[in-house]
């Protein structure tokens, strides 16, 4: 069933946040308690590499329609990430997010023991427990800085965690040519997320959304707190292409270096239609 919202609603979509469930700080009950607070009136819940989030919240009681997504991170290049939404609880997309979700626990657990050895010792267990869910590199992040080992989290990134530092290990990750039929066959809508943290601009940009948009790409993230001053070229971009325009904060938790939730609403003039369209894309979609 669609989330209901008629015209009537005032728009201030969100959809692209996270919770505990992967690398966010707050619970899927406190993220939408949170959303509500900001006047979201439409949250779509995209933790990386799980569905659970958004699960624990799919039919029941919420102050705003709830819609159910994803994000892959891609192993193509440095950056590129895929938003999924749909409807489907049991597709091949959710076997293969269960599976990758779990490498990905023990991905954090190996770089908590790379950090050990370089003298920074941490104890898996307890950060787990502080994660309330998924650990991934925010948390280990987080845990550096209570420990006093950096100033902030982007310290412990640049420093360990990024790739290529010392204590970064490689996830599992698929490619986009693996990641949009397997998001088309499942139902789901593939979106391409923050498109502006690629650094690609002009005609290599228009390129590479050509390129994916004949593997399957439905739709871009325009309004995302990474875009900045490039938004208005990349809605031009995205519309005159005939991608679906996508929004969202991409929340994580409070003053980190993504946005606070509802925070890309005011500058989406045509949030209204973007999202209708949306659904409509998401409703037509078939599990084959």
Not at 2 to 27: E, Q
Not at 36 to 49: E, G, I, N, Q, Y
Not at 96 to 109: I, P
Not at 185 to 202: D, R
């Amino acid at each position: 069933m669609r989330p209901k919202i008629t015209r009537l609603t005032p728009m201030k979509p969100d959809l692209h946040t996270h919770t505990t469930s992967s690398d966010g700080l707050l619970t899927p009950a406190e993220l939408v308690a949170l959303a509500d607070k900001h006047r979201v009136t439409l949250l779509a819940v995209t933790d990386h590499d799980t569905f659970d989030g958004a699960a624990q919240l799919l039919g029941k009681p919420a102050p705003m329609p709830i819609l159910q997504g994803v994000e892959l991170s891609l192993r193509d290049m440095p950056g590129l990430h895929l938003l999924g939404y749909g409807r489907g609880t049991d597709t091949s997309l959710h076997r293969k997010v269960r599976a990758l979700s779990q490498m990905r626990l023990g991905r954090a657990r190996q770089m908590v023991e790379k950090l050990n050895a370089l003298g920074y010792p941490l104890d898996y267990d307890e950060i787990a427990r502080e994660a309330k869910g998924s650990v991934g590199r925010p948390h280990i992040a987080r845990a550096m800085v209570s420990r006093g080992y950096v100033v902030d989290t982007r310290e412990a990134f640049d420093r360990f965690l990024a790739d290529g530092a010392p204590a970064y290990v490689a996830g599992e990750r698929l490619s986009m040519a693996e990641a949009l039929p397997l998001m088309r066959e499942s139902g789901f809508v593939p979106v391409l997320a923050h498109p502006m943290e690629l650094e690609k601009t002009g005609a290599l940009l228009r390129h590479l959304l050509g390129f994916w948009q004949e593997q399957g790409l439905r739709g871009v993230e325009v309004y995302h707190p990474s875009a900045g001053r490039a938004t208005p070229l990349l809605d031009l971009t995205a519309r005159r292409m005939g991608f679906l325009v996508t929004g969202g904060s991409d929340f994580h938790g409070d003053g980190d270096r993504h946005g606070m939730v509802g925070c890309t609403a005011p500058m989406w003039a045509r949030a209204a239609d973007d999202v209708e369209k949306l659904l409509q894309a998401v409703e037509a979609a078939e599990i084959m």
